[in-house]
């Protein structure tokens, strides 16, 4: 016990509070970059583990972490925003600013996290929503976009209030954060032994799913391509043949009349006479064709159909959606010797031709300066 000091927040709320400010900076910064996806998704697994648990919490926690005890009067909010520099009064737990600000985010957060993970199955084909159909990704993205800005906003002002409040309040109210303790004439929380083991359980395991899923992705639940085809094990002929004349291209990644067209000059097809330099051709035709990106609900499977829905395009790299994600990349980076050409995916996708997937944590800049990387990141 601190003298003259009374104690308002326990060890779990604290943790709880501080490792979502993490994750949410975490969160916010790795958008801006897809090759930390990772980090991105780790980080949201987490802060959605941490706001279903304050949910919880919000109903069973300590006294002052319970909402029957937050203030959310609009008439006192008013009266503290319009009076935050003439009334000085210390708040024993939440004051009505941080009471709204708390319960908003953790209802966007919420959304946030459930539309980010609705994403991850609709759009990215990965994670244990990966069954959902690709035209939820609109929405779900709309849903992500605005509760994202909403939380970033809501965040920002808490921290401005929460930061005049303590030092022109002189209240204690971030170093309270930190010790638990404040400086006012109230009653001290009681934290049970039950309280204890579920706040320290309800960490502990969303950090371990979250940070299970950034090291080990491809055997996590939440992150994992569970419809991968690594083409060296499903058609070895296939893999072989085709990557010994240029890097080797999913048949997902095109139509099957783009593979047609493609395929239709066996005479003249990357300066190679296919009847003579492929011994597998009709079978790997074949092959292709049958699983052209008409079958795959991938990301990129999709974004090439509907680019060349009644348009005559056989390269991948002439489709809209190619040039719309790559719209940020510069032209003279292909007239850099370590990637020579718009095709050659492989200088900046380290996993391209060996699976049915491009993770956007698998993208790499090494043939970029660091000052060209961040201008193609940050750039809108």
């Not at 790795?30 to 949201?44: M, P, Q, V």
């Not at 919000?58 to 972490?65: D, K, L, N, S």
Request: charged share 20%; glycine share 4%; with cysteine.
């Amino acid at each position: 016990m601190r003298e003259n000091q009374v104690y308002i927040w326990s060890k779990i709320t604290r943790y709880f509070h501080w490792i979502l400010v993490i994750c949410i900076t975490v969160t916010f910064a790795s958008s801006y970059f897809e090759n930390l996806f990772l980090l991105h998704i780790s980080f949201g697994i987490i802060a959605g583990g941490l706001l279903t648990f304050r949910l919880l919490w919000g109903f069973i926690g300590p006294f002052y972490a319970q909402f029957k005890n937050f203030d959310f009067s609009l008439t006192d909010l008013f009266y503290y925003l319009t009076k935050l520099f003439k009334d000085k009064k210390t708040h024993i737990g939440h004051n009505p600013a941080a009471s709204w600000a708390t319960i908003l985010l953790i209802v966007f957060g919420f959304f946030c996290t459930v539309s980010g993970v609705v994403l991850l199955g609709s759009q990215e084909d990965r994670g244990i929503f990966s069954l959902l159909h690709p035209t939820l990704s609109p929405f779900a993205l709309q849903v992500h976009v605005i509760s994202k800005n909403v939380v970033g906003i809501v965040a920002i002002i808490h921290i401005i209030g929460a930061t005049l409040e303590h030092f022109f309040h002189k209240s204690d109210t971030v170093t309270s954060m930190i010790h638990g303790y404040k400086k006012i004439d109230a009653k001290p929380i009681v934290v049970t032994k039950f309280q204890n083991y579920l706040g320290t359980f309800a960490i502990i395991f969303s950090l371990w799913v979250g940070l299970f899923s950034l090291f080990f992705p491809q055997i996590s639940i939440m992150t994992k391509n569970y419809d991968e085809i690594v083409y060296t094990k499903d058609n070895p002929q296939f893999a072989k043949e085709c990557s010994e004349c240029h890097t080797l291209i999913s048949p997902t990644f095109m139509t099957k009349s783009m593979w047609e067209i493609a395929l239709e000059n066996k005479k003249e097809h990357f300066k190679k006479d296919l009847t003579k330099d492929v011994p597998h051709f009709e079978s790997i035709k074949k092959y292709i064709l049958k699983n052209s990106a008409e079958t795959s609900e991938t990301e990129i499977s999709q974004g090439v159909i509907q680019s060349t829905i009644g348009k005559f395009k056989y390269r991948i790299t002439r489709t809209e959606y190619w040039k719309d994600i790559h719209r940020k990349i510069p032209r003279s980076a292909y007239k850099k010797e370590s990637i020579e050409s718009k095709s050659n995916c492989a200088a900046c996708h380290m996993n391209f031709g060996k699976t049915n997937y491009i993770n956007d944590e698998d993208i790499s800049l090494k043939s970029f300066t660091l000052k060209e990387a961040a201008t193609i990141y940050l750039k809108n």
